[in-house]
């Protein structure tokens, strides 16, 4: 009985270990697209990916929050808009993908 307990101490021990791994990797979009090319499909069934996903990209930010600056190109390619110049202003932030 001793044995099986050992084993199932390991078994949980890697398996932890394996998803502290994944949650670190999760904060590093382009890493995690890397490993994730290698896991293979029976994983999937096992790690639960989808909450850790919201674990590592969940933001720190409260409602009324003052947005993070960031800055862009603009449409153009010739300039870049940056959010802190609409200070004061509405701006409406639209993210997605139009394919």
């Known amino acids: 009985m001793r044995t099986a307990q050992?084993?199932?101490v390991v078994v949980v021990v890697l398996?932890?270990?394996l998803l502290a791994g994944l949650l670190a990797v999760m904060?590093?979009?382009t890493l995690f697209g890397k490993v994730m090319r290698r896991?293979?499909?029976p994983a999937f069934v096992v790690i639960?990916?989808?909450?850790?996903w919201f674990i590592a990209r969940a933001g720190r930010l409260k409602p009324g929050d003052a947005a993070p600056d960031f800055d862009l190109p603009a449409?153009?390619?010739?300039?870049?808009?940056?959010?802190?110049s609409f200070r004061?202003?509405?701006?409406?932030?639209?993210?997605?993908?139009?394919?």
């Open 6 to 8: 050992k084993i199932a």
């Open 48 to 52: 639960p990916f989808k909450r850790l």
């Open 75 to 84: 449409h153009n390619k010739k300039s870049r808009v940056r959010l802190a």
């Open 27 to 29: 904060r590093d979009p």
């Open 15 to 17: 398996y932890a270990s």
């Open 39 to 41: 896991v293979p499909e």
């Open 88 to 99: 004061g202003q509405p701006v409406v932030l639209i993210f997605g993908s139009y394919t």
